[in-house]
């Protein structure tokens, strides 16, 4: 590519510059190609993304009829809800702490997956550990349910083998909770594997080793040298995983949908539950519109991250 | 094909996206005199299908009538999904089933079927009164209620359990209509004695505390039990009668039922009971006989020692839980006329019978005068199992909906979010009768929107 | 890419260097190994027990006698079952034909946006090469609701079409997003000059870019291809007959007939549904790996 390059480059200067007006022609028609061309990317977004987001703007401003303009009056309605305050903080719990449980982890296994000889062998190891993630979610869910199961729990079989009582998995809160956090851990945690396994790659020996000549100690290494040239990857592939997470539905819907008594309901199962099931589309929509809020918190650092990249990449 | 341009266009683009993908079911009749779509439920028992199919391909070859019967699944929720979508879209099937509350929540959208209710009542009795709570509202029959998946979940039992501890079921309940005093003994309290055997037994009853719509018959079972005991948590005028002595009388009593809840009772699904039964891990579960009749196939020898027979007795009555299946127009359907007539022929004695021997007597056909079917009588192993399956006026067990109560549009938040279940599963965290009245109210005071 | 690991492969082999080093590094070697194997059984019991369950029959599930995590009768009927079962061929078709479309109209869409946003620009274009990927902050599980409406004012309510329609959504961001990483990188020398030499941007697109990016278009498609095979809420909100139903949501309905759960034919069409992304997986899994994270560490 180089040596094609180098080419053109020198053409470009014996050509010299067309004259004035043709260029405005030509970039003019060039900006209009070029509209044209992002035309179906636009008119995709605008029509399923943007336009049904201030949809449910104005339907969550609807009274359960939807005969009648209510202003924020779902909102507030929801906010007084016990129920609902259980939503965002479950909502807050499951995304946080599966983020930060698959970050971990895809961290440690990143750098065992790092520690041993590539090639093959490398990539059989990282085979296996992206199984979780290539099944669909919604499929191996089902799985996990069944391993849940109360009457036949395949997971209480192991444990009444060691002579442990049964554990009712998905019937008390906190269990509940865990058990829906642990399956998106187990699904996600690949993901942030192979994420981090790439940074290290690129990360240069030649650091290393000027860090070992200063003495530095492999803890050392890891805060001085390692996480700082990760950091990047690692704020993007946090965000990116908290956003999916927080609007994880299949988990949580399929596991448990939303019980028991209602201690594990996210945002999406419960409007699906108030939306769809009981027909309350206004409240529905006001209750995942409360997503938005949070996810635009991490919008902010998201562009800040990419805009930074940029820069990086221009200077 | 005379039809409106608006819907031409609709109907053009389903037709198009169902012609891509197949579809399963399609009859089509020379010089078709109109188009009908029907959404079924969707059957669990093999064969009941077909010969629903069957009997709506007689109406059609007779009516000229080009008809697609669609079967849609009640689980994941599918069968309330669909009439919530085309009520919005206003476009989908012209005909639909409904079940519980459904009906309400469509009203606005559902075109009376009282001339058709009219004939049918002549013929068939009366509808059992969920059912008429359901579907007919201001007087008027907003929809019809159906045999295809109606279904009464009565308890269905171990007989060499029962017999064991002194009970023999078919003496209480034989495959006959019978009074004896066996089944004046048949209360709540009996039910709590053998509750706690059957624990010490490792035989616990397979009750359910699961949460929304995944665990109905725990809804179902908890509703007749406030029944019995008269407690109501909304009367029918909307107001709380939580604070009510019948509601503390029902705590109470559960008070004491819990201790013998399985462990995981709050994880149960409509399924763990039916599992719990079949591997013979449970001696009492309440069910319509799905369970029975999976047994029959995976463990026959468990089939045969299951009796199904009517509900316990409380203070104020003996209640039997029951889901109700209704049909119904829509209003936007541009051929309403029709599918009004193919559901009154569908709802025929004859045809009514023929199904129900196909669903192995699953199908309950609500109305007074169609309970004497044979089904019920030979349907084996053992000969009766099911005989007491269908609420018989001489059980003295009146039909028992939860919440049902309560205005309908309170009525339905109370069952979707299954208070019942939850309130008992608070009681046996350890909470008191107090905090969990408290917690109702509030909930309720969300309801009432 | 593998530089580094090879020189630590090659130190090791030079042992007699540096012994106390060399000892070190093996027994971070074999921790290594002993560490992740640990996560991979951790990781591959649900798969496993996928596969366990789907080869029993439906009375020795309901016995519940025994182990749970073997099987004593295997039997293929669970499979047999779903192969021969006209509802679950028709799933499988329809989820065939919505990602297959799906792919299709995403990789246009995103390979023509892309090509523009990174070469050509126009008023609004830096905006938008940013704005596309923030239409992830707004996900599926808050636009169902509205979309439901909209959905359903244009007659595709129980449409498997719809699908088609709502789908590129969600693969559309991302993909844009790595072909813009993967145009950008290729030098801008190299279409000024075939510009000067009379191409036209649309054999520009052809002749240089796409075979370039060749590797970003393969995990692109590989995301594509993900997102519209698994993707379950769209599905379940908008789907209600069995001939309209993709496999996520087919599955669940139609092998669970209300209170009567099949786990051997659940798990067996797990298995079926899933062997399309593992087969993908397993041959094409480092150009998506490549591609996944060369947006991410290029900067």
Redesign the interface.
């Known amino acids: 590519?180089?040596d094609?390059?180098?080419?053109?480059?020198g053409?470009?200067a014996s050509?010299g510059p067309p004259r004035a007006s043709t260029m405005k022609g030509v970039a003019r028609r060039?900006?209009?190609?070029?509209?044209l061309?992002?035309l179906?990317?636009?008119l995709?977004?605008a029509g399923?993304?943007?336009?049904?987001?201030f949809?449910?703007l104005w339907?969550s401003m609807l009274n359960?009829k939807m005969t009648a303009f209510v202003g924020l009056g779902n909102f507030a309605?929801l906010l007084k809800?016990?129920?609902f305050q259980l939503v965002i903080f479950q909502s807050c719990l499951f995304a946080v702490t599966a983020v930060v449980a698959k970050a971990i982890l895809g961290f440690?296994?990143a750098h065992?997956?790092?520690?041993?000889?590539?090639?093959t062998n490398?990539?059989i190891?990282?085979?296996?550990?992206?199984?979780?993630w290539?099944?669909?979610?919604?499929?191996?869910t089902?799985?996990?349910w069944?391993?849940?199961?109360?009457?036949?729990s395949?997971f209480n079989?192991?444990l009444n083998q060691f002579g442990l009582a049964?554990v009712?998995?998905?019937?008390?809160g906190w269990i509940?909770r865990l058990c829906t956090i642990a399956v998106n851990v187990?699904f996600g945690?690949?993901f942030f594997m192979?994420?981090y396994?790439?940074?290290l790659?690129?990360?240069p020996?030649q650091l290393y080793e000027a860090a070992s000549i200063d003495g530095a100690n492999a803890l050392q290494k890891l805060f001085f040298v390692t996480l700082p040239m990760m950091r990047?990857?690692i704020a993007?592939?946090v965000l990116?995983s908290l956003?999916?997470t927080?609007?994880?539905?299949?988990i949580v819907?399929?596991l448990?949908?939303?019980?028991?008594?209602?201690m594990t309901h996210v945002?999406?199962t419960y409007?699906?539950?108030i939306?769809?099931?009981?027909?309350?589309?206004p409240?529905?929509?006001a209750d995942?519109?409360f997503?938005?809020p949070i996810?635009?918190f991490?919008?902010f650092f998201?562009?800040r991250g990419?805009?930074q990249?940029?820069k990086?990449?221009a200077a | 094909m005379p039809k409106s341009s608006a819907v031409t266009r609709r109907g053009a683009v389903r037709l198009g996206a169902a012609a891509a993908a197949l579809p399963l079911v399609h009859i089509r009749t020379a010089g078709a005199a109109g188009k009908l779509n029907i959404g079924f439920w969707d059957h669990w028992v093999p064969g009941a299908n077909d010969v629903m199919q069957k009997q709506v391909k007689v109406w059609a070859d007779k009516n000229k009538v080009d008809v697609t019967a669609d079967f849609i699944t009640s689980s994941g929720g599918k069968l309330a999904l669909t009439p919530a979508a085309e009520t919005q879209a206003k476009a989908g099937h012209d005909v639909m089933t409904f079940f519980n509350w459904d009906v309400y929540n469509y009203l606005d959208h559902l075109d009376p079927l009282d001339d058709q209710m009219k004939r049918l009542i002549a013929a068939h009795g009366e509808v059992n009164s969920v059912g008429s709570y359901l579907a007919k509202v201001k007087g008027s029959w907003a929809a019809m209620p159906t045999s295809s998946g109606t279904q009464t979940k009565p308890p269905c039992a171990r007989i060499s359990w029962f017999k064991k501890h002194g009970l023999d079921l078919r003496e209480m309940y034989p495959a006959k209509d019978e009074k004896n005093a066996l089944q004046d003994s048949w209360t709540w309290d009996t039910f709590l004695k053998y509750a706690e055997l059957a624990q010490k037994d490792n035989m616990t009853f397979a009750l359910g505390l699961g949460s929304g719509v995944l665990n109905t018959d725990a809804t179902d079972t908890h509703g007749a039990l406030f029944h019995a005991y008269g407690a109501q948590l909304v009367d029918s005028s909307g107001k709380s009668q939580l604070k009510s002595d019948n509601v503390r009388a029902v705590l109470e009593y559960a008070q004491k039922l819990l201790k013998f809840y399985p462990v995981d009772a709050p994880s149960y699904d409509d399924g763990t009971n039916n599992r719990a039964l079949i591997s013979g891990k449970t001696a009492l579960i309440f069910n319509p006989p799905s369970a029975w009749a999976v047994a029959k196939r995976d463990n026959r020898d468990i089939a045969a020692d299951c009796w199904t027979f009517p509900a316990p007795k409380g203070p104020k009555g003996r209640f039997l839980p029951m889901l109700n299946f209704f049909w119904g127009a829509y209003k936007f359907s541009p051929n309403k006329s029709a599918g009004k007539d193919l559901i009154e022929f569908l709802m025929q004695r004859d045809n009514i019978e023929a199904r129900c021997i196909a669903s192995e007597g699953y199908d309950l056909p609500p109305y007074s005068k169609l309970t004497d079917f044979k089904v019920w009588d030979v349907v084996e192993p053992p000969v009766g199992t099911v005989f007491n399956y269908p609420l018989r006026e001489a059980s003295g067990q009146l039909p028992s909906l939860a919440a049902s109560e309560a205005p309908p549009e309170i009525a339905v938040q109370i069952y979707n979010r299954a208070i019942h279940n939850q309130m008992l599963a608070r009681l046996r965290d350890g909470q008191s009768i107090a905090q969990v009245i408290a917690w109702t109210q509030e909930e309720l005071e969300g309801f009432v929107r | 890419m593998s530089a580094t690991t090879m020189n630590s492969g090659a130190s090791e082999r030079a042992a007699g260097r540096k012994n106390s080093l060399h000892r070190q590094r093996l027994w971070a070697l074999w921790g290594s190994y002993v560490a992740l194997a640990v996560f991979a059984v951790v990781f591959l019991v649900p798969p496993f027990y996928t596969v366990v369950t789907s080869l029993k029959s439906s009375a020795e599930i309901s016995a519940q006698v025994g182990s749970p995590w073997i099987v004593k009768n295997p039997t293929l009927e669970n499979f047999w079952y779903l192969l021969t079962y006209p509802n679950f061929q028709t799933y499988y078709l329809n989820s065939v034909m919505v990602t297959v479309l799906t792919v299709a109209f995403s990789m246009i869409i995103s390979v023509l946006a892309a090509f523009s946003l990174s070469r050509m620009g126009f008023w609004g274009s830096q905006l938008l090469s940013t704005g596309v990927f923030l239409t992830y902050l707004i996900p599926p599980s808050l636009l169902f609701i509205p979309l439901f409406q909209i959905v359903g004012s244009i007659g595709l309510i129980n449409s498997v079409w719809s699908l088609v329609l709502l789908y590129p959504t969600l693969a559309v961001p991302f993909c844009t997003w790595i072909m813009i990483g993967y145009f950008s990188s290729i030098p801008k020398e190299l279409d000024e000059a075939a510009l000067i030499d009379g191409a036209s941007y649309l054999q520009i697109l052809t002749k240089i870019f796409i075979p370039v990016a060749m590797p970003g278009i393969i995990a692109a498609t590989i995301f594509a291809f993900t997102v519209a095979w698994g993707a379950f809420l769209y599905p379940l909100a908008y789907l209600y007959t069995s001939n309209q139903m993709v496999l996520t949501v087919g599955i669940i309905s139609d092998l669970i007939r209300g209170d009567v759960f099949q786990w051997g034919k659940i798990m067996a069409a797990c298995l079926l549904a899933s062997l399309p992304p593992i087969v993908i997986y397993a041959f094409l899994m480092d150009y998506y790996v490549a591609g996944l994270t060369a947006g991410a560490t290029k900067g």
């Open positions: 590519m180089a094609g390059s180098s080419v053109p480059a053409m470009i050509n060039k900006s209009t190609v070029a509209f061309l992002c179906p990317l636009i995709l977004i399923f993304v943007v336009y049904p987001a949809y449910a339907l359960k309605f809800r016990h129920t440690i296994l065992l997956m790092h520690n041993i000889p590539s090639g490398q990539k190891w990282r085979g296996l550990l992206l199984v979780p290539v099944i669909p979610l919604a499929l191996s089902l799985t996990w069944w391993m849940f199961d109360p009457s036949y395949a079989w192991i049964n009712p998995w998905l019937g008390v509940a187990w945690t690949p192979i994420m396994l790439a940074a790659k690129s990360v020996e990047n990857i993007i592939t990116f956003i999916v927080f609007a994880d539905f299949d819907r399929i448990t949908a939303g019980g028991p008594q209602d945002f999406a409007a699906f539950q939306g769809i099931q009981s027909g309350d589309i409240l529905g929509a995942s519109l997503m938005f996810l635009a991490a919008a998201v562009l990419v805009t990249r940029s990086d990449i």
